[in-house]
Structure formats: C-alpha cells, structure tokens
C-alpha cells in the first residue's frame, strides 16, 4: 500500500481527539464543542493556505470549499472559450441578459403577463440593444433557445436571491 498523496495545503496534524466520550453524559456536549472549536481552527488553517480572508458570512467558506472542490474536479472551473469559436449570440451573455428583461417585465406587467406581451414592451424600452431590429416571433424563440440553455444557473440565481431577501 502506497503513501497518500501530499495535500497541497500541507499537514493538519493528527485526528482531533474529544477530551470526553461522546457517550459520557457528564461531559458529551462540552467534549463535543471543545473538538468542532478545534475543527474550526484548522478550518481556518486551511483557508489561510488557500489566502481566503475573511471570517464571517458565508463567501469566505464557500470559497474555501471550492478551492477543495476544484482540485478534485474539473468540471467546477471557469474557463475561457476557446479563440476564434463562439457560442450563439443567445447562449453567450446577451442570452442572460435577455431572460432577465423579459423576467423584469413579466413580472412588472402582473398576473397574465406572456412572454410575447414582455418582448413587445422590451422592443419599446430597449431599442439600442437592437431587439427592435428582431422579430417578436425570432426574439422569443431566442428567449426560449437563451433559457433552456442558461435555465439552471437562472434558477439557481433565482433561489438565491429569494433567500437572501428573506
């Protein structure tokens, strides 16, 4: 059996030991907060190592768990695009910001808002983003192509904002 591998942030030292059994009633709760503080120093050990600042709320260790995520998988990273190829013009960013007009104005509108009412009155409001060069029919099936392709990340940007304003 071979040595594991060297980790890149180096040697926490040896497993926390409880002072207590977990099992021992007189002192459970104590031995079990003493070794999570202990955890937690290493946690901040580690995210020193990885030049994370920051203490409180939630980015610092979301940060830090990517950092340990994106060792381990590359599907994680963010890349460039490859030079000379790009995606379709609603795939890309113009994709992202076009779901975000049309959600703005559907729910600006109301109750029996469509699609098609939002697109007309994004037609109104935003003729120097060229979509009143763009037929209501084109335009909403670059909507519907721009939200099956960034859907998830749309939704995942949606809960996040639902329970931030929380």
């Not at 059996?1 to 009633?25: A, C, N, Q, V, Y």
């Not at 190829?85 to 109750?111: D, N």
Request: charged share 35%; aromatic share 8%.
């Amino acid at each position: 059996m071979g040595r594991k591998p060297k980790r890149p942030w180096g040697d926490l030292g040896k497993p926390i030991e409880r002072l207590f059994r977990r099992d021992d009633e007189r002192h459970g709760e104590f031995a079990q907060n003493a070794a999570f503080a202990e955890q937690y120093g290493k946690m901040c050990e580690l995210k020193a190592s990885y030049e994370i600042e920051g203490e409180t709320g939630w980015r610092p260790w979301y940060e830090l768990a990517l950092a340990l995520a994106l060792e381990r998988d590359d599907g994680l990273k963010i890349i460039d695009p490859p030079k000379g190829k790009k995606a379709a013009r609603w795939r890309g960013a113009e994709g992202l910001q076009l779901i975000g007009h049309v959600e703005y104005l559907k729910k600006e509108q109301g109750e029996g808002a469509t699609i098609e009412s939002a697109i007309a009155e994004l037609q109104q409001l935003k003729p120097a983003y060229g979509v009143d060069k763009i037929s209501p029919d084109h335009l909403r099936k670059n909507y519907q192509d721009a939200k099956r392709h960034h859907g998830c990340a749309v939704r995942r940007f949606e809960e996040s904002t639902k329970h931030g304003a929380k």
